[in-house]
């Protein structure tokens, strides 16, 4: 079946550095691709997604690329700031009649001053 | 602006009580869903509905169950809470189908069972 999966954290970072988070996936036919992220207390909200192979999806200074070819949509952020701090997840709609959205495990990206 | 309200952010209950949580989203979306985080595992969907008294199990709905009464609310029901239940759940919503719709969250329900 579908799946995502996503490198594990906990990701620390001090802050102006460059982010990336990996993620891949696998699906049949043509999912859609998104990042949500999380911060602490808080419920899930969209960072940003890419319906179609080669898209760029970007927010926030945020930015992911649809690669068909590798089956990956890897988030990279070029200067990260404290705020940042939150767990992001990987997640592709399921192409079909349910269109569920497939989740990854999380990654929790810590940003020191 | 987008809302989904879950009753409660915080639940404490015993083992074997029946437990409701409550989900109200105002978009008047047709979608609507429940999961459950925890660590290591990411969200894992429950149920959802497609409609006003539509139910399909989702990947885990053993000890679960759902009533959807009303096109914005959504409950989900541990008919006799056990510990495993122990976890943060939350609820959302979307748009008619379509995958390219994201999914609007609520903030969370933590619940544990003692």
């Known amino acids: 079946g579908d799946s995502v999966t996503q490198m594990e954290g906990p990701v620390t970072l001090s802050e102006e550095a460059f982010l990336t988070i990996n993620c891949t996936y696998t699906a049949t036919g043509y999912p859609s691709l998104f990042w949500y992220v999380q911060y602490p207390g808080e419920g899930l909200q969209l960072l940003l997604k890419a319906t179609k192979a080669d898209d760029k999806g970007s927010n926030k200074g945020f930015e992911a690329t649809y690669r068909k070819e590798t089956t990956s949509f890897h988030l990279e952020k070029g200067s990260v700031q404290v705020s940042d701090s939150a767990v992001y997840f990987c997640?592709?709609?399921?192409?079909?009649?349910?269109?569920?959205?497939?989740f990854g495990t999380g990654t929790r990206l810590q940003v020191f001053p | 602006d987008v809302k989904v309200t879950q009753s409660s952010r915080y639940l404490v209950k015993r083992t074997g009580e029946k437990v409701f949580l409550e989900c109200v989203q105002d978009?008047?979306?047709?979608?609507m869903f429940w999961y459950r985080q925890d660590p290591g595992l990411g969200l894992r969907l429950i149920y959802f509905s497609y409609d006003v008294k539509m139910k399909e199990k989702g990947d885990i709905p053993e000890g679960y169950s759902v009533s959807r009464e009303k096109k914005e609310r959504f409950s989900l029901i541990l008919e006799s809470a056990s510990t495993n239940q122990t976890s943060m759940y939350l609820c959302?919503?979307?748009?008619?189908?379509?995958?390219?719709?994201?999914?609007?969250f609520g903030p969370g329900t933590r619940l544990t069972v003692t």
């Open positions: 978009m008047d979306h047709e979608n």
């Open positions: 997640a592709l709609s399921d192409f079909g009649n349910t269109d569920k959205l497939i």
């Open positions: 959302a919503s979307r748009p008619t189908t379509g995958s390219h719709h994201e999914q609007y």
